[in-house]
């Protein structure tokens, strides 16, 4: 019969399963608790955004305030830099872009099939620094020498097209995939000149909602065919860290701005997304602390009843890493068994809200990242007990 297990029979006599128990369900419940939460936020957070990152960026498209006053007054719409710079400097705002607008008259052709029948309007052109712009494409470039202008558009100009127009006149509709093959051209007119290009669509954007080109060629052709002066911006991109945050909505509130589209409303329900998560996700932590040092206090009371054993085991020479080996190897057992049990309990629990959410038909996140939070929330606190009880066993040989 082995020394530890002469020890374990020895020292196991003063233990309480029921303080064991107890300890196991309140750490299994803040546990449980922890890793759901962090797994239905991951599972439920492309609801409110088109990125797939834990913690994603937002985009919104701000606007002054123009009432049925200021128009007729003919009030000013642009945003000095004072005012650029002060959107800057709020805590919520990671960086702005400007919106800089075309000032020439642009006149675009659209063929429409082997019919030979084409779409003529009237067009307008904007751009934006690169990197708000959410189209990947490699030939995001303009060159004079070579001109062919590459064009973003927005996502739901092509389903205006497609169920609006093309429904109603009786012309073919068009994929993503096939606009880059339809012919475009561009007639530019100012300062005295005409002059047509050629162009392509490269791709479509569901953060804009408007025409993006190139910053080159806005520089190019506004000196070209406008004044060449540089306007302030009528519209900006503010990249946001806290989407939804009401602070946000403050601001533009209180500044007279307005935020394109629906983005803060889905913004909101994904900020409170956010919150309620953390809510929970502390409520678990805390949960789990209180487990840890109802284990502690246990292990320590067993510990003081059985002082006077361990002393002696400690005299006739027993180490202190074996006197404590017991003791530890329980902890290892229980914290394992929590750890496992809490995953069971996470993946029934998502078996029961998955099937609500697949309708939105969104990609299943992986059940990974909750389990590591888990695994580490379990190591820390098993480590922490470890540490206590060797600290102890120490103490009573150093006495």
């Known amino acids: 019969m082995s020394h530890d297990f002469l020890l374990w029979k020895l020292l196991r006599t003063n233990i309480s399963p029921v303080q064991l128990i107890g300890f196991g369900l309140a750490n299994l419940v803040g546990l449980t608790i922890v890793i759901l939460a962090i797994q239905f936020y991951r599972d439920v957070q492309p609801v409110f955004s088109d990125d797939e990152s834990f913690i994603r960026k937002d985009y919104l498209v701000v606007t002054r305030s123009v009432t049925g006053a200021g128009a007729m007054m003919g009030g000013s719409s642009e945003f000095a830099d004072s005012a650029i710079a002060d959107i800057e400097a709020q ?88 606009v880059g093959m339809i012919p475009l051209q561009f007639t530019f007119s100012g300062n005295g000149l005409t002059e047509t290009m050629p162009g392509r669509i490269v791709g479509f954007s569901s953060r804009l909602n408007t025409v993006i080109v190139p910053e080159e060629f806005m520089r190019w052709a506004n000196e070209r065919y406008g004044s060449g002066n540089q306007r302030q911006p009528m519209r900006l991109i503010v990249e946001v860290n806290s989407p939804g945050d009401v602070k946000i909505d403050q601001y533009m509130a209180d500044h007279h701005y307005e935020v394109a589209g629906d983005k803060a409303q889905s913004s909101k329900a994904s900020y409170f997304l956010t919150v309620i998560t953390s809510i929970v996700i502390v409520v678990g932590v805390v949960i789990s602390l209180l487990a840890f040092f109802v284990l502690m206090l246990s292990i320590f009371l067993l510990l003081q009843k059985n002082t006077q054993r361990l002393r002696d085991l400690l005299l006739l020479g027993y180490s202190p890493a074996q006197v404590s080996r017991p003791y530890v190897l329980l902890v290892l057992a229980v914290g394992a068994a929590v750890l496992v049990l809490a995953v069971g309990g996470l993946v029934l629990a998502r078996r029961a809200y998955l099937p609500m959410i697949e309708a939105f038909q969104l990609p299943q996140a992986s059940l990974w990242a909750a389990i590591g939070v888990g695994t580490a929330i379990m190591a820390l606190i098993t480590a922490g007990n470890i540490i206590a009880i060797r600290r102890k066993v120490a103490a009573l040989w150093l006495q």
Request: glycine share 8%; proline share 7%; aromatic share 16%.
């Open 91 to 178: 805590p919520w705002c990671r960086k702005v872009g400007r919106f800089a607008s075309s000032e020439f008259a642009i006149y675009a052709t659209v063929g429409l099939g082997e019919s030979g029948r084409a779409m003529h309007s009237q067009f307008f052109f904007e751009t934006i620094p690169t990197d708000f712009i959410d189209v990947a494409d490699a030939d995001w470039t303009f060159d004079p020498s070579r001109p062919e202008l590459p064009v973003i558009v927005a996502r739901d100009y092509l389903s205006l097209y497609n169920f609006g127009f093309a429904a109603t006149q009786g012309l073919p509709r068009i994929s993503e995939g096939q």
